[in-house]
């Protein structure tokens, strides 16, 4: 019950299209109407579609049949509203309404050419939205981007539609008889097309109005040809809608089927919520102001000087400090650090090595005065170990500089001295006290000689104890000690 409730209050719609479902500007400018009106009309609708096809059925035997078609099947469902979109669909809807529906159903003709529309249907319980298309201003555009051009190919189908046109755009082009010649596609199959458009003649330009259906009678997409012809045209091509800039065309003043899909949606908005059709008068929707794709530009050698003034310049290739700004920045940034960082690392190593230099020509001369000295000197670090011995204490113990260091300074001690002078010594490091001892100390001749040992801490600025006494690690320690010996015998 509630789904039948819900049908029954739907409101229905009926779109007439002229073409298939593949066709074109035509569904471009359906599908901008369908979603248009399902997202904003705030209620349910009930929406059938029918597709006269009229690109591959023309006859009138079955102009005939496609009426007897649609009165059979509106029989049980009559529309609240009927939008043929296109000439084909506009013109069957105006010629056979009083055999399709009721008089009281409003119609909005859309997706189509004012010319096209019959006198008088306009104002019969219906509205227009479409076009006027400017025929000699698709001319213009070119000759006024490619003023050398001498030849232009016109690319256009043979169904009865587009035969309409052809006789329109023969008339109408006349006038630039005298300035280019014409070639003509409508008497050809789209092969034939892709080969006439490899082998244009020099100073050409193709201008593709319609292509439903080729000299064959074969149907087409005209998007898909469209492409297909810029894969194998040896000259540029426009065309005459928007949606198909980027598809191969260079541009120029193009029609906006999209937006005669929404302004037609917007119509039948009101009109299905209960304004009368004729309180909106016909719309003609032109063309918008110049575009063009810079990639086609670029590709025949268009300046962009000759473009009209005001022109939009579509598909353009970013320069390189467009695209890549971000990541120039950024690594310049990260260069920039580094320079800086490397100039200040550059600049402290070189104050280091200067200080170091300073403190190794400090340690030499230290040496040098140490080793010159009457009395034995060494220096001890944090761990009581030796770190320095000069040259006067192993003159006197006979050993090298490596046989004292650390503990090793404690074999020459005499056994009855050891155990107290490493006491006093201890207590005097733990402390950080100046000490005074006497032991005796063995000779290089194998004796053992009486020396005074006299030890200093040593304090680093702060007060504590300091943990060398050069930046090197070779003189460290917190006690110098002085040691000379006495004329003593054993």
């Given at each position: 019950?509630?789904?039948?409730?819900?049908?029954?209050?739907?409101?229905?719609?009926?779109?007439?299209?002229?073409?298939?479902?593949?066709?074109?500007?035509?569904?471009?400018?359906?599908?901008?109407?369908?979603?248009?009106?399902?997202?904003?009309?705030?209620?349910?609708?009930?929406?059938?579609?029918?597709?006269?096809?009229?690109?591959?059925?023309?006859?009138?035997?079955?102009?005939?049949?496609?009426?007897?078609?649609?009165?059979?099947?509106?029989?049980?469902?009559?529309?609240?509203?009927?939008?043929?979109?296109?000439?084909?669909?506009?013109?069957?809807?105006?010629?056979?309404?009083?055999?399709?529906?009721?008089?009281?159903?409003?119609?909005?003709?859309?997706?189509?050419?004012?010319?096209?529309?019959?006198?008088?249907?306009?104002?019969?319980?219906?509205?227009?939205?479409?076009?006027?298309?400017?025929?000699?201003?698709?001319?213009?555009?070119?000759?006024?981007?490619?003023?050398?051009?001498?030849?232009?190919?016109?690319?256009?189908?043979?169904?009865?539609?587009?035969?309409?046109?052809?006789?329109?755009?023969?008339?109408?082009?006349?006038?630039?008889?005298?300035?280019?010649?014409?070639?003509?596609?409508?008497?050809?199959?789209?092969?034939?097309?892709?080969?006439?458009?490899?082998?244009?003649?020099?100073?050409?330009?193709?201008?593709?109005?319609?292509?439903?259906?080729?000299?064959?009678?074969?149907?087409?997409?005209?998007?898909?040809?469209?492409?297909?012809?810029?894969?194998?045209?040896?000259?540029?091509?426009?065309?005459?809608?928007?949606?198909?800039?980027?598809?191969?065309?260079?541009?120029?003043?193009?029609?906006?089927?999209?937006?005669?899909?929404?302004?037609?949606?917007?119509?039948?908005?009101?009109?299905?919520?209960?304004?009368?059709?004729?309180?909106?008068?016909?719309?003609?929707?032109?063309?918008?102001?110049?575009?063009?794709?810079?990639?086609?530009?670029?590709?025949?050698?268009?300046?962009?000087?000759?473009?009209?003034?005001?022109?939009?310049?579509?598909?353009?290739?970013?320069?390189?400090?467009?695209?890549?700004?971000?990541?120039?920045?950024?690594?310049?940034?990260?260069?920039?650090?580094?320079?800086?960082?490397?100039?200040?690392?550059?600049?402290?190593?070189?104050?280091?090595?200067?200080?170091?230099?300073?403190?190794?020509?400090?340690?030499?001369?230290?040496?040098?005065?140490?080793?010159?000295?009457?009395?034995?000197?060494?220096?001890?670090?944090?761990?009581?170990?030796?770190?320095?011995?000069?040259?006067?204490?192993?003159?006197?113990?006979?050993?090298?500089?490596?046989?004292?260091?650390?503990?090793?300074?404690?074999?020459?001690?005499?056994?009855?001295?050891s155990q107290r002078s490493f006491n006093t010594y201890g207590e005097a490091f733990e402390a950080r006290r100046e000490f005074s001892m006497e032991?005796?100390?063995?000779?290089?001749?194998?004796?053992?000689?009486?020396?005074?040992?006299?030890?200093?801490?040593?304090?680093?600025?702060?007060?504590?104890?300091?943990?060398?006494?050069?930046?090197?690690?070779?003189?460290?320690?917190?006690?110098?000690?002085?040691?000379?010996?006495?004329?003593?015998?054993?």
């Open positions: 019950m509630g789904f039948e409730v819900c049908a029954a209050q739907a409101k229905r719609v009926l779109v007439m299209h002229s073409f298939g479902n593949a066709a074109p500007p035509f569904t471009t400018h359906s599908i901008a109407f369908e979603t248009e009106l399902t997202e904003k009309l705030g209620e349910p609708v009930d929406l059938d579609e029918v597709y006269l096809d009229v690109a591959r059925y023309a006859t009138l035997d079955m102009e005939e049949a496609l009426v007897e078609f649609v009165r059979k099947r509106q029989a049980n469902w009559q529309p609240d509203l009927v939008v043929p979109i296109g000439s084909p669909a506009g013109v069957f809807v105006a010629k056979h309404r009083s055999r399709l529906f009721s008089r009281s159903i409003p119609v909005i003709y859309t997706g189509m050419d004012k010319r096209r529309l019959p006198p008088g249907a306009a104002g019969d319980n219906a509205s227009f939205v479409g076009e006027a298309f400017d025929l000699p201003a698709l001319v213009e555009d070119i000759l006024q981007i490619a003023p050398e051009t001498q030849n232009i190919g016109v690319v256009i189908g043979a169904s009865p539609l587009e035969r309409f046109w052809l006789s329109a755009l023969q008339a109408e082009y006349a006038q630039f008889a005298s300035r280019v010649k014409f070639i003509w596609f409508n008497n050809l199959t789209f092969d034939q097309m892709l080969d006439r458009a490899s082998h244009m003649p020099p100073q050409s330009f193709l201008l593709l109005i319609l292509l439903m259906r080729d000299a064959a009678g074969v149907t087409h997409n005209a998007d898909e040809a469209l492409k297909k012809l810029h894969a194998v045209a040896n000259a540029p091509i426009n065309g005459i809608f928007v949606h198909q800039l980027g598809l191969g065309i260079v541009g120029g003043r193009l029609y906006q089927a999209e937006s005669e899909g929404i302004q037609s949606a917007r119509i039948a908005i009101d009109v299905l919520k209960g304004k009368a059709v004729t309180n909106f008068p016909p719309i003609t929707i032109g063309p918008l102001e110049p575009r063009y794709d810079w990639r086609e530009l670029n590709r025949w050698k268009i300046s962009e000087e000759n473009l009209p003034e005001g022109s939009t310049v579509s598909f353009r290739e970013p320069t390189f400090w467009q695209q890549y700004m971000r990541r120039v920045i950024v690594v310049s940034a990260v260069c920039l650090a580094q320079a800086i960082l490397i100039s200040f690392l550059g600049a402290t190593l070189v104050k280091r090595r200067r200080a170091e230099n300073s403190v190794a020509e400090t340690e030499a001369r230290f040496r040098r005065v140490a080793d010159a000295a009457p009395i034995m000197l060494w220096m001890t670090g944090r761990d009581k170990a030796c770190t320095f011995i000069n040259k006067t204490w192993l003159d006197f113990t006979g050993r090298t500089a490596d046989q004292e260091m650390g503990d090793g300074w404690v074999q020459a001690l005499h056994p009855e001295d032991y005796r100390l063995r000779r290089r001749d194998g004796g053992f000689g009486w020396v005074l040992a006299t030890g200093t801490p040593r304090f680093a600025s702060d007060g504590e104890p300091a943990t060398r006494a050069f930046p090197k690690p070779s003189v460290p320690g917190p006690f110098s000690c002085r040691c000379r010996w006495l004329d003593r015998s054993d």
